[in-house]
């Protein structure tokens, strides 16, 4: 199996843009799952399985 990752590269700009409309709630990122950093090789183990349905958020705060 192998594990494909999309890589847009993005200005500043546009970063500040996107920011801008998901504060204002014009737009909703799709958060499949979300794994705490301690459980990275899950995290990736769920990503290679084809399982996500949209981002998988790695928390590092928790």
Do not use: W
Not at 20 to 31: F, G, K, N, S
Not at 38 to 54: E, F, L, S, W
């Amino acid at each position: 199996k192998h594990v494909r990752m999309l890589i847009v590269p993005q200005s500043r700009t546009d970063s500040i843009a996107m920011a801008e409309l998901c504060a204002a709630r014009e737009i909703t990122p799709m958060i499949d799952r979300e794994f705490p950093l301690q459980a990275v090789p899950d995290a990736m183990r769920y990503i290679a399985a084809g399982r996500a349905k949209g981002k998988v958020v790695i928390n590092v705060a928790s």
